[in-house]
């Protein structure tokens, strides 16, 4: 079954629960909560499940969007419907502010400063004076459509999960578009996104503010549901729960947010209701949470979700190649007579430790040049500072006679130099195919709204087939639709290598290509890049294979302990006494 | 402003700030050996304060049953993950660990709460309590998903979390406790009071820092522990039983959320759920210290006790805004400075 199918069959199911005869009406609550859980978790998945921001502070979002259409609509007596925007809006403005602070914070210190805001808003929400302290708002008029005023759980019921329904699609579709790919690359680090000119900052906010957008929209829901708000939904408590509901269901998968808030709701109700109401003893329920909890994570600590779409139908994606029209490619400039990439005493130093020391050397159009030395000679430090990952201490570095230092990776790769990684960096979890198109990412424009509503198609097809076209180009159509974890090492440089192509570069950086290959297989990627020369690309390689450098370099800088050795012709090389010295030691 | 105020508040932050420091100290300990962020530290300090008042009140503290209990779930859990690997040297020692210490401290604490203890007698008693829970929560939770990521291990920690706090009011209700002080010594310096108690505050949080950074930072076993947290399989290949370095974490960081709780309960009532917001401000401490240094988490801790001290003679409405609003700005500081190259996660 494909996924839309599977994704109406659900609708019906939800559409058609609430006429069935003897539904008691304490399910439709239950099943209202869910939702309500379920749109701050679908959030999260998008967050922390995708993007790896782990947030506790969702809670604080659902208040904002409770709060401001609880104020409009007791004290100004504005319409439900006007205050959805309000809400929508405030809960962004304030995503902003909170979010460009908390994108900032670098590993486990964005957790935990967003548990730090949560409980700093959290203690507002209760001693502010207009939002009534600890015992918040009531009276909160009921969302109505005409004449119809939704006062009752099953009547709200459609306007909660039509929400969840619509974001859920908007998010899936969202995942699927060239900016998705760029999200879900943030988790594995941000050095391969920016290397292709993904701007990582602003794609962490964007995920920060829809994640915060969703859950305002469920504060306004909640807010008109129950008709009264209090801080004590948006505290601590609640922002671990909804964590808690994203993991538990599976963080990296929307619809697990909503089997998770399914799975907690109705856990907490069962134990709340009727089995331990016997007892008598109040808090043995949470006891019992709490163990469950613990025992479901150590049964599924990748949460239930895959668990469960293991057993549905889902049909594979089609295995047929994406067709799209071809991209436009770089415009030419005339770099005949110009030196594409120059060196000039660039120098690189660690505290103490020198480990580029004035290295100089050029590049010219359409030439293999091969970066070689020792390990620790400083060759992938010096990559680092071509394209921008590092500063350079000292020195000068251009590019057709324009000075590239000091600008970002983004800039560098649109300028035209592409690169691949010596330990590789790739999305595991993403296919071959998309893994290369996140090297299409600037040759792409839809925005996330584009996205989000499916208006990105054509330009989503470009970029899909000319990722398709380079893939091809390296060798690699059979593994196209393959999780790139599961290639192995030697094919996951090649499929670099492809992402690397589908920026269109002048020259491409290549560290240690050959690593991992098979004979025969750095025979084809030799016979490749002597086409890409011929193609009018420069490459700039880094290769311990020495067989592999002097049949394809025409030029070979030796670099040892950072400083460069020698240049000049393989055959120079070979014979230099400084290199023989440098690789066999001072008695050969 | 005057200057006795300005002193009474510094002294009152100095002495809360010296508790947090302890829990900071805990969460940093087991953060660096487990990568587990200890939400149920707060337990810990409850578990430690309401054991030490029903000892000192003559009763029967709920936490030995508690301790005798999960200490014979950590055996079953223990039996069933070596039932392959079966030998009699493992059966003693889980048989010792898991049953036989936690029956011991429920025959002393029997024995304790009859006749009338010496406060050292009832100390020495709380921590052979809480410290072994420690482990065994160690034992029955975290150590099956080790391997895990930081956030399920977080997650688990709030599902420990909940467990312990309903455990609390089951064993100690609803009511608060207060235990007598451990001295009665005071003395007045200038317009300062201070007391026996509050000097004991000072000496454990300094004596402890000191124990703790000659530790891990002069001592195999301590490198040993930290290695475990850079590297489970790199430490495992070197000889290091990271499984035992966990189950240490846990039971030292038990403990010292007992002695905070044992140091608090004379000076302030304590509640079954009272623990979780002293744990988080100790959490503050932790977090400002990057979760990694003993030293800074102390000072932050300081800070901390200072900054809510004021704030609460001054806003007091607003204290707790104030206190957790503060740390984002240290947060973004941090993070600015020391700029990570390469988060490699998974």
Same mark, same amino acid.
């Given at each position: ?116 805001? $949560? ?12 939002? $009534? ?55 594995? $680090? ?8 993904v701007q990582t900052a602003r794609a962490k906010l964007l995920v920060f503010i829809y994640a915060a957008i969703l859950a305002g929209l469920s504060g306004w829901l909640y807010a008109h549901f129950l008709r ?73 600590? $990748? ?286 | ?346």
């Amino acid at each position: 079954m494909s996924q839309r199918w599977s994704i109406a069959l659900f609708a019906l199911v939800m559409a058609l629960f609430p006429v069935l005869p003897g539904i008691p009406p304490f399910w439709m609550v239950l099943l209202d909560n869910i939702g309500l859980a379920a749109l701050v978790a679908l959030g999260l998945v998008l967050l922390t499940g995708v993007g790896g921001l782990t947030s506790f502070g969702q809670a604080a979002f659902c208040g904002f969007g409770a709060y401001t259409t609880a104020v409009l609509t007791t004290s100004f007596g504005l319409s439900p419907w006007l205050t959805l925007p309000a809400s929508l809006l405030v809960t962004g403005l304030l995503a902003v502010v909170l979010g460009l602070i908390t994108v900032r914070l670098s590993g486990h210190y964005l957790p935990l400063g967003t548990i730090a805001w $949560g409980l700093s808003v959290y203690y507002l929400f209760s001693k502010l004076e207009f939002l $009534g302290r600890n015992d918040g708002i009531s009276g909160i008029p009921p969302i109505s459509i005409g004449s119809l005023k939704m006062m009752s759980a099953g009547s709200i019921y459609y306007v909660i999960w039509s929400a969840v329904l619509i974001s859920s699609l908007l998010t899936l579709n969202l995942l699927d578009s060239r900016l998705g790919r760029a999200i879900r690359a943030l988790r594995r $680090g941000h050095l391969a996104a920016e290397a292709f000119g993904v701007q990582t900052a602003r794609a962490k906010l964007l995920v920060f503010i829809y994640a915060a957008i969703l859950a305002g929209l469920s504060g306004w829901l909640y807010a008109h549901f129950l008709r009264a708000v209090n801080p004590t939904p948006f505290g601590a408590q609640a922002g671990i729960e909804y964590l808690f509901i994203a993991v538990v269901g599976g963080a990296g998968y929307v619809w697990g947010a909503v089997l998770g808030s399914g799975i907690v709701v109705i856990l907490q109700e069962i134990l709340k209701s009727e089995m331990f109401s016997a007892l008598g003893e109040g808090q043995l329920e949470i006891v019992v949470f709490g163990v469950l909890l613990v025992v479901l994570l150590q049964a599924a600590p $990748g949460g239930v979700w895959p668990r469960v779409a293991a057993f549905w139908p889902f049909e594979r994606r089609s295995d047929k190649l994406p067709a799209g029209e071809r991209l436009a490619a770089r415009p030419k400039v005339d770099i005949a007579g110009k030196m594409l990439l120059e060196v000039q005493g660039a120098r690189k130093q660690f505290g103490g430790v020198v480990a580029v020391n004035d290295v100089s050397f050029k590049i010219s159009p359409r030439q293999i040049v091969a970066l070689i030395g020792p390990n620790g000679a400083g060759k992938s430090t010096t990559f680092n500072l071509i394209t921008g990952v590092l500063a350079a201490t000292s020195g000068k570095i251009s590019m057709l006679g324009r000075p590239i230092i000091g600008l970002p990776p983004q800039e560098i790769v649109r300028r035209g130099i592409a690169r691949t990684f010596q330990h590789v960096k790739l999305v595991p979890d993403m296919t071959v195919l998309e893994n290369v198109a996140i090297g299409t990412h600037l040759r792409g424009h839809a925005g996330a709204i584009a996205s989000m509503l499916r208006l990105d198609r054509r330009d989503e097809a470009r970029l899909l087939a000319e990722a398709a076209r380079q893939i091809k180009r390296v060798g690699l159509e059979g593994q196209m639709y393959q999780l790139a974890g599961n290639l192995a090492l030697g094919q996951q440089r090649i499929v670099e290598i492809a992402r690397a192509l589908c920026a269109d570069p002048i020259l491409l950086l290549l560290d240690e290509p050959a690593a991992g290959l098979r004979h025969n297989e750095k025979q084809q990627l030799a016979a490749l890049l002597r086409q890409l020369k011929h193609e009018g690309m420069s490459i700039l390689l880094v290769e311990h294979d020495m067989g592999f450098v002097m049949n394809l370099a025409e030029q070979i800088v030796v670099l040892d302990f950072g400083t460069k050795i020698a240049e000049g012709a393989p055959s120079e090389i070979k014979s230099n006494p400084d290199v023989v010295r440098a690789y066999l030691g001072v008695a050969a | 402003m005057n200057t006795t105020i300005l002193l009474l508040l510094a002294q009152d932050g100095v002495t809360n700030g010296a508790i947090y420091a302890l829990l900071g100290f805990g969460l940093v300990l087991v953060f660096a050996v487990t990568r587990v962020i200890l939400i149920p530290q707060g337990e810990f300090i409850t578990f430690g304060a309401l054991t030490y008042a029903a000892l000192a009140s003559g009763k029967l503290p709920g936490t030995a049953e508690l301790a005798c209990a999960l200490g014979f779930v950590a055996f079953c859990v223990e039996m069933f993950s070596i039932r392959h690997q079966f030998t009699t040297g493992r059966l003693v020692r889980a048989t010792a660990l898991y049953i036989l210490a936690p029956a011991l401290a429920l025959v002393l604490a029997q024995f304790a709460c009859r006749g009338t203890s010496s406060a050292t007698i009832n100390i020495a008693l709380s921590l052979m309590i809480v410290g072994p829970i420690g482990l065994y929560l160690y034992r029955i939770a975290y150590q099956p998903i080790a391997h895990a990521s930081v956030l399920v291990l977080l997650i688990a920690s709030v599902g420990v979390h909940l467990a312990l706090q309903g455990l609390a009011l089951l064993f100690f209700g609803a009511e608060g406790m207060r235990a007598p002080t451990i001295t009665d010594v005071a003395a007045s310096i200038g317009p300062l009071r201070v007391t026996g108690q509050t000097l004991a505050v000072y000496i454990v949080a300094a004596s402890l820092i000191v124990a703790l950074w000659l530790f891990f930072g002069h001592t195999v076993y301590g490198k040993a522990l930290r290695a475990t947290a850079v590297n489970r399989i790199g430490a495992r290949l070197v000889g290091i039983r990271t499984v035992l370095s966990g189950q240490i974490a846990f039971m030292l960081a038990a403990g010292i959320g007992a002695i905070s709780g044992i140091l608090i309960v004379p000076m302030t009532t304590i509640y079954y759920d009272s623990g979780f917001l002293i744990g988080l401000k100790g959490f503050i401490a932790a977090i400002v210290g990057g979760l990694a240094s003993y030293p800074l988490t102390a000072a932050a801790a300081v800070a901390v006790g200072i900054v809510e001290a004021f704030s609460s003679f001054y806003a007091s409405n607003f204290k707790e805004v104030i206190v957790f609003a503060l740390i984002v700005p240290v947060l973004l500081a941090r993070s600015l400075s020391a700029p990570i190259m390469e988060e490699e996660k998974d």
